[in-house]
């Protein structure tokens, strides 16, 4: 199974959020569904929760995720032969940017289920709840996804699963479309979902009382995970469900 991964931001929300909210069901994601509707399986997105002021600087992005499912890889449509999609439409009176309409985002294509669980076991609504920090991360320039990866898998997951009341990890590398391809220059280049009670559990297993960690003799950022928020680290915050199922609430098309 494929999935396709959009996190998406914005510095003025409360402006931004409604009229995304519109673009996005009544145009963008009816196209979508128009678009793949073969292959597609599952068209989701989650409402990025709120934040305590301490997990903003962890690159923090605040308005949506959207996760489309397909069933493989080799059945992921390109872009060759589709309709037309209805292009994101300027949010105010000013004159339009055409290279700074697009909601800023990151986007990346992984293997579900993740390949890589560090941390996976089963659990009920009942037992216990689920804060799930959702990360999206690449490596510095210069930083060879072979180097990076060894840091990741052989030192710094190791070090991660130390973290107190850590109730999840998992993680999946990167697949570029098409199969085989070589991920490009500057390519987002691994998905990790780490779970943790709630914010008091999170901030403690981050801030308050975190394990070592061994940083890279790469890094240029000091703190963990030693790669910089909005540069080469992204998160965000959801919860076990989606709040939006497009493939059920999206209109029809055309």
């Known amino acids: 199974m494929l999935k396709t991964i959009f996190m998406l931001g914005s510095k003025d929300l409360p402006n931004e959020m409604f009229k ?39 690159g923090y ?14 059945e992921r449509p390109g872009g060759a032969g589709m309709f037309h ?22 986007s990346i294509n992984v293997e579900q289920p993740y390949p890589d669980a560090f941390l ?8 216990r709840t689920v804060l799930r920090w959702y990360c999206i991360h690449r490596y510095p320039k210069g930083v060879s996804l072979k180097e990076g990866e060894d840091w990741f898998l052989n030192v710094h997951a190791k070090e991660v699963l130390k973290q107190p009341g850590l109730a999840g990890f998992v993680s999946a590398p990167a697949l570029q479309i098409p199969k085989g391809n070589p991920l490009q220059p500057g390519a987002w280049v691994r ?14 297993a981050i801030i308050d009382s975190p394990p070592k ?9 000091d703190k963990y995970p030693f790669l910089e928020p909005y540069v080469d680290f992204a998160s965000t915050f959801l919860t076990e469900r ?12 055309p």
Not at 91 to 106: A, G, L, T
């Open 20 to 58: 995304f909210e519109r673009w996005y069901l009544r145009y963008h994601a009816a196209e979508v569904v128009f678009n793949h509707k073969p292959w597609l399986t599952n068209f989701i997105a989650y409402r990025p929760l709120p934040v305590i002021p301490e997990a903003v600087p962890y």
């Open 191 to 204: 998905l990790s979902e780490l779970w943790y009670d709630d914010f008091n559990g999170w901030k403690k």
């Open 120 to 127: 996976a076991g089963k659990r009920s609504a009942d037992e």
């Open 61 to 74: 992005y605040n308005m949506r995720v959207i996760e489309a499912w397909f069933r493989s890889l080799d």
């Open 213 to 221: 960690y061994t940083k890279p003799s790469w890094a240029k950022y």
């Open 242 to 253: 989606p709040d939006i199922d497009y493939l059920k609430e999206a209109p029809a098309f």
């Open 85 to 106: 999609f209805t292009w994101q439409p300027p949010w105010s009176d000013k004159p339009v940017e055409w290279d700074k309409m697009e909601v800023p985002r990151v």
